[in-house]
């Protein structure tokens, strides 16, 4: 099974799993690198970071587990088991941050 670069846990075919635009399609990201995640870490991503956030600072692997709200991500999904899956909704609070970045 594919390893997420993100958490580290195995993404086995019945992972919900998606492919990340290192750099975001819409900031120029089309025929970039993508990687493999599980499904709840490519929206974790999503739910925090802004197109623009994710190009200009945040458009590799290590970039992004270096931040601290994804480090406390991975620091809680990475003993949950393979295949897990929650959703994954946007506060309004950071809804509201965003609109203001972007």
Known sequence: DPICPLCGRSIPPEAKSSRHHLTPRLKGGTHKGTVRLHQICHSAIHARFSETELAKRLADVEALTADPE??????????????????????????EVRKRRD
């Open 70 to 95: 994804i480090a406390a991500f991975v620091e809680w999904v990475r003993d949950k088991p393979p295949t897990f899956h929650a959703p994954t909704r946007m506060t309004k609070q950071r809804r």
